[in-house]
């Protein structure tokens, strides 16, 4: 469903046009059980599946949950995060994107980055070049950024560990079960204050586990 934009400035109305794609689309909203805070390396070396057992349900074991960018608590450096999400194939997905905050940095202006996605299996459903977030499919790379201001429009300061975005994607129906790594390849944060810079460009990557 390449193609398909919504203009998401970050005012309240727009906010509710994501909510009502994310509503549409029937999107699963990511659990938030007790295993959520679990730890979790979510890096992989390919994008391809991970070794699959089986659970104690008969479905495939995607492993434990991982532990989600609100439970991560202090880092070091300005760090874009992924929370991992799961769906079945043929449905949407939301992967929420955070900022993680060192406290030297009191919130951010300007966030870009570059991730990695098998395009195979997933398409980016909410592309955009307007308002204050920028987002771009083109293969197996996904151009992310969220603005400090855009077209006269004023966007918010963003403060350590709130939501920034949601990334929509739609899982091709043929995709077999299986945990899909999802990589940043380049991040940048600025802080709110150009004066008092955020310390570091870190990443956090995630995964789209398929049921």
Same mark, same amino acid.
């Given at each position: 469903m390449r193609g398909l934009c919504l203009s998401l400035c970050c005012l309240a109305g727009c906010y509710q046009d %994501?909510? %009502?794609l994310v509503e549409d689309a029937g999107i699963t909203e990511p659990d938030s059980g007790a295993d959520a805070g679990r730890g979790f390396d979510a890096g992989s070396d390919d994008l391809g599946t991970r070794d699959l057992g089986t659970s104690d349900l008969g479905g495939p074991d995607l492993g434990p949950s991982p532990l989600r960018c609100s439970d991560r608590g202090e880092v070091d450096e300005a760090t874009l995060c992924l929370d +991992?999400? +799961? /769906?079945?194939? /043929?449905s949407a997905v939301a992967l929420p994107v955070f900022a993680l905050l060192p406290s030297s940095c +009191? /919130?951010?202006g300007v966030q870009s980055g570059t991730l990695e996605i098998d395009d195979e299996r997933f398409t980016l459903l909410n592309e955009t070049a307007l308002g204050c977030f920028s987002r771009a499919q083109d293969g197996d790379l996904v #151009?992310?950024?969220a603005r400090t201001s855009a077209q006269d429009i004023e966007c918010p300061t963003f403060l350590a560990?709130? %939501?920034r975005d949601? %990334? #929509?994607f739609q899982i091709e129906p043929s995709t077999?079960? /299986?945990r899909y790594p999802i990589r940043w390849l380049s991040t940048f944060v600025q802080g709110a204050d150009v004066s008092v810079p955020c310390p570091g460009s870190g990443s956090i990557d995630a995964a789209i586990r398929v049921r």
């Open positions: %994501l909510e %009502l +991992e999400v +799961e /769906g079945e194939a /043929g +009191e /919130g951010t #151009i992310w950024t560990g709130m %939501l949601q %990334l #929509i077999p079960p /299986g």
